[in-house]
């Protein structure tokens, strides 16, 4: 489950390779000015411009290698009797009858926004115990402030 992706997910890992790729000439061309600054031992700006390059390559190869190892998944295409990957859920937690709405996503995407549903990955303490849950059933969430009860109240 953790290499789940959805397609706007993996379409938003592919932009930042593009953003990364067209930042890279930039960044060379701060490396060799810097260079010609002369020595090369206190040049604060050569070393920034390099660690800003190791930075760019790095996450370029770790977005790489990380695209290669992902299953997209089209939420649109599985059913919405229950939760699964890329449901948008409604729930209610029993104890302060706090309504929360997340969409449940691999890893890779938890850190993206949208205004209306948090990302959970399906792999999180919450996200798991909601899998195969229809409307209407409860799941517990094991928390260190002990366990909290939810009710689905929607999937989209």
């Known amino acids: 489950m953790a290499n789940y992706i959805t ?4 379409q938003r890992l592919r932009k930042r390779m593009t953003e ?10 701060q490396v060799v000015t810097a260079r010609e600054m002369g020595d090369l031992s206190e040049n604060a700006e050569y070393h920034a411009a390099r660690e800003r390059q190791r930075y760019l390559e790095n996450e370029y190869n770790k977005i790489k290698n990380r695209i290669d190892k992902l ?5 649109d295409t599985l059913p919405k009797n229950a939760v699964r990957f890329g449901a948008k859920v409604t729930v209610k937690e029993i104890s302060t009858e706090q309504i929360y709405k997340f969409q449940l996503v691999g ?4 850190f993206e ?17 909601m899998i195969g849950k229809k409307i209407g059933q409860r799941f517990v969430v094991q928390a260190p402030i002990g366990d909290r009860e939810f009710e689905i109240l929607d999937i989209k």
């Open 7 to 10: 397609k706007e997910g993996i």
């Open 107 to 110: 890893i890779d995407e938890i």
């Open 113 to 129: 926004n949208d205004a209306e549903y948090e990302r959970k990955s399906i792999a999180s303490p919450i996200g798991k115990p």
């Open 71 to 75: 299953q997209v998944i089209d939420p």
């Open 20 to 29: 990364l790729i067209q930042e890279r000439p930039a960044v060379i061309k």
